[in-house]
């Protein structure tokens, strides 16, 4: 079956002159089989037969012509596509100017207006018909959000990993200059989202951006990563290490960007970046400086937290108290309390890594029931403890949490052991929390349950303690251990001796 369409077939033919009937020739024709695939020739059909309901058969035979070139170009640069939607605009239009050059066409021309007494530059036929080809397109569909070039993460049909106490909406590929690079990326992006954290996957955006750029500058010609080499990246190496940028911790940048090569060269078939950026690339990991809060800077603290609102002073000494990180602590929900064999205990879910129950102290089961019960006042059921002010329906940001705690260290000038300004250290309190274990001469394993770490060799250790046997163990640690916390709350008398007095300690 012929895979043509005759111009002499068309509805707009029978009202064409004989003498522009004779200009065509016998049997001009658009012919679908010069496009390499099905799908890009039921795209171009389309295209035809909506033209063809508002043109001259004259028109569409100059047009005919025009989709000539279209098909010239594919054989040359474009036998690789299955769609017409595989390249975009910008993509189609710099490599059909490429193409008109090459064999001596002009870009534009002057056409004479008002009777000839002006004229006006204007585009190159080829380069119009392909303009309103796209324009055909692009108004068929809507644009799929992975083929933008700044992604709502939202609206992808994935189930993103990511700390909803620190969110990101989007993720943005403009800065990505090479238009083929940028395509390659989008496809490794949409798959690392499938399995990675989104602030990973951010990471690798800033490795990408930062090698683009050094490639519109070095080497301008490179457009796909199918250029890129061994010998390039080295030079990338030197780069890093002789310029003066912002840091020269790079081992986490080039780790990120060793995967972004892997995955390209999987997904492409492009075999050199598979060893691309070698082991001995990546700088060895410099062992970070294990700081922890003394139990006099701890109290100095504590102290001026009763000058913040109180239901972000219970949620500092909460996170105290529970040893989290600051994630967890913003994430608990509002039914974590579950009480068994006269104990309480909390459910925690680990934003990094898996969710775990522990036994509580009565004090902080205490303190965690009456923000349960000031944020139902406040805003009725929620899914949180601690709350958006403007979206109940969304767990308290860092952020915001943040700016409240650091506004409060400036405006009362509080100081650490060596005179300096303190910063917001969410994180030390889970380190003075696991010193603390340590120093009542606890085995590996109950550290590691009470932190809620997770390891091989702690599963079957796990496995064998039941909540009572546990209980019964960590009792007397948690007591001594809340004592030593509350010990430092200057400030707070006054609550917890109400606290001490409740019912549910008799």
Same mark, same amino acid.
Request: aromatic fraction near 10%; include cysteine.
């Given at each position: 079956m012929e895979n043509k369409i005759y111009i002499k077939q068309l509805k707009s033919y029978q009202f064409a002159s004989e003498s522009v009937k004779k200009r065509m020739g016998q049997n001009p024709c658009f012919d679908l089989d010069l496009l390499p695939t099905e799908t890009m020739q039921e795209e171009m059909r389309a295209f035809i037969i909506e033209r063809s309901e508002n043109l001259t058969v004259n028109m569409l035979f100059r047009e005919s012509r025009l989709y000539n070139h279209l098909c010239k170009l594919i054989m040359a640069k474009g036998y690789c596509l299955n769609s017409f939607y595989d390249w975009n605009r910008e993509k189609w239009m710099h490599h059909m100017k490429g193409w008109l050059l090459s064999k001596g066409h002009?870009?534009?021309?002057?056409?004479?207006?008002?009777?000839?007494?002006?004229?006006?530059?204007?585009?190159?036929?080829t380069l119009s018909y392909l303009g309103k080809f796209l324009d055909f397109l692009e108004a068929k569909i809507e644009q799929e959000e992975t083929d933008k070039d700044i992604w709502k993460l939202e609206s992808l049909e994935i189930d993103l990993?990511?700390?909803?106490?620190?969110?990101?909406?989007?993720?943005?590929?403009?800065?990505?200059?090479?238009?083929?690079?940028?395509q390659e990326l989008k496809k490794v992006i949409y798959f690392h989202l499938q399995t990675e954290a989104v602030g990973c996957v951010q990471k690798e955006m800033t490795a990408m951006r930062r090698f683009s750029k050094y490639l519109l500058e070095k080497f301008p010609k490179i457009e796909s990563c199918a250029d890129l080499n061994r010998q390039i990246f080295e030079e990338y190496l030197i780069y890093l290490k002789t310029e003066d940028l912002k840091t020269k911790q790079f081992r986490a940048e080039l780790t990120r960007l060793r995967a972004v090569f892997e995955s390209i060269g999987n997904i492409y078939s492009y075999p050199q970046l598979k060893e691309i950026v070698l082991n001995r690339d990546i700088p060895p990991t410099q062992?970070?400086?294990?700081?922890?809060?003394?139990?006099?800077?701890?109290?100095?603290?504590?102290?001026?937290?009763?000058?913040?609102?109180?239901?972000t002073a219970r949620l500092m000494i !909460?996170?105290?108290? %529970? $040893?989290?990180?600051?994630?967890?602590?913003?994430?608990?929900?509002?039914?974590?309390?579950t009480e068994k064999n006269g104990e309480t205990i909390i459910w925690i879910r680990q934003m990094k890594t898996h969710s775990y129950e522990k036994i509580i102290s009565q004090e902080l089961s205490a303190l965690i029931k009456k923000a349960i019960q000031y944020t139902k006042e406040k805003f009725g059921e929620t899914k949180y403890i601690f709350v958006s002010e403007k979206n109940p329906d969304q767990p308290m940001r860092y952020s915001t949490l943040q700016a409240k705690i650091v506004q409060l260290i400036y405006k009362e000038d509080i100081r650490d052991d060596q005179g300096n300004l303190f910063g917001f250290g969410t994180h030390m309190y889970r380190h003075y929390y696991g010193v603390k274990l340590t120093e009542m001469h606890l085995d590996d394993w109950t !550290?590691?349950?009470? %932190? $809620?770490?997770?390891?091989?060799?702690?599963?079957?250790?796990?496995?064998?303690?039941s909540n009572q046997v546990l209980?019964?163990?960590?009792?007397?640690?948690?007591?001594?251990?809340?004592?030593?916390?509350?010990?430092?709350?200057?400030?707070w008398g006054e609550e917890y001796e109400q606290i001490r007095q409740d019912d549910c300690f008799k």
């Amino acid at each position: 079956m012929e895979n043509k369409i005759y111009i002499k077939q068309l509805k707009s033919y029978q009202f064409a002159s004989e003498s522009v009937k004779k200009r065509m020739g016998q049997n001009p024709c658009f012919d679908l089989d010069l496009l390499p695939t099905e799908t890009m020739q039921e795209e171009m059909r389309a295209f035809i037969i909506e033209r063809s309901e508002n043109l001259t058969v004259n028109m569409l035979f100059r047009e005919s012509r025009l989709y000539n070139h279209l098909c010239k170009l594919i054989m040359a640069k474009g036998y690789c596509l299955n769609s017409f939607y595989d390249w975009n605009r910008e993509k189609w239009m710099h490599h059909m100017k490429g193409w008109l050059l090459s064999k001596g066409h002009p870009l534009t021309y002057k056409e004479k207006i008002l009777a000839g007494k002006r004229e006006i530059i204007v585009k190159a036929p080829t380069l119009s018909y392909l303009g309103k080809f796209l324009d055909f397109l692009e108004a068929k569909i809507e644009q799929e959000e992975t083929d933008k070039d700044i992604w709502k993460l939202e609206s992808l049909e994935i189930d993103l990993k990511e700390d909803i106490t620190r969110p990101c909406r989007t993720i943005n590929f403009t800065k990505i200059i090479q238009t083929d690079i940028r395509q390659e990326l989008k496809k490794v992006i949409y798959f690392h989202l499938q399995t990675e954290a989104v602030g990973c996957v951010q990471k690798e955006m800033t490795a990408m951006r930062r090698f683009s750029k050094y490639l519109l500058e070095k080497f301008p010609k490179i457009e796909s990563c199918a250029d890129l080499n061994r010998q390039i990246f080295e030079e990338y190496l030197i780069y890093l290490k002789t310029e003066d940028l912002k840091t020269k911790q790079f081992r986490a940048e080039l780790t990120r960007l060793r995967a972004v090569f892997e995955s390209i060269g999987n997904i492409y078939s492009y075999p050199q970046l598979k060893e691309i950026v070698l082991n001995r690339d990546i700088p060895p990991t410099q062992q970070a400086e294990f700081k922890v809060y003394s139990d006099n800077e701890l109290k100095r603290l504590n102290a001026f937290l009763v000058k913040v609102d109180e239901q972000t002073a219970r949620l500092m000494i !909460i996170h105290q108290m %529970l $040893g989290t990180r600051i994630s967890d602590t913003l994430t608990l929900l509002s039914d974590c309390l579950t009480e068994k064999n006269g104990e309480t205990i909390i459910w925690i879910r680990q934003m990094k890594t898996h969710s775990y129950e522990k036994i509580i102290s009565q004090e902080l089961s205490a303190l965690i029931k009456k923000a349960i019960q000031y944020t139902k006042e406040k805003f009725g059921e929620t899914k949180y403890i601690f709350v958006s002010e403007k979206n109940p329906d969304q767990p308290m940001r860092y952020s915001t949490l943040q700016a409240k705690i650091v506004q409060l260290i400036y405006k009362e000038d509080i100081r650490d052991d060596q005179g300096n300004l303190f910063g917001f250290g969410t994180h030390m309190y889970r380190h003075y929390y696991g010193v603390k274990l340590t120093e009542m001469h606890l085995d590996d394993w109950t !550290i590691a349950r009470l %932190l $809620g770490h997770s390891s091989v060799k702690n599963v079957k250790y796990y496995r064998r303690m039941s909540n009572q046997v546990l209980a019964d163990e960590t009792r007397k640690i948690r007591n001594m251990l809340s004592d030593i916390i509350l010990a430092n709350l200057d400030g707070w008398g006054e609550e917890y001796e109400q606290i001490r007095q409740d019912d549910c300690f008799k």
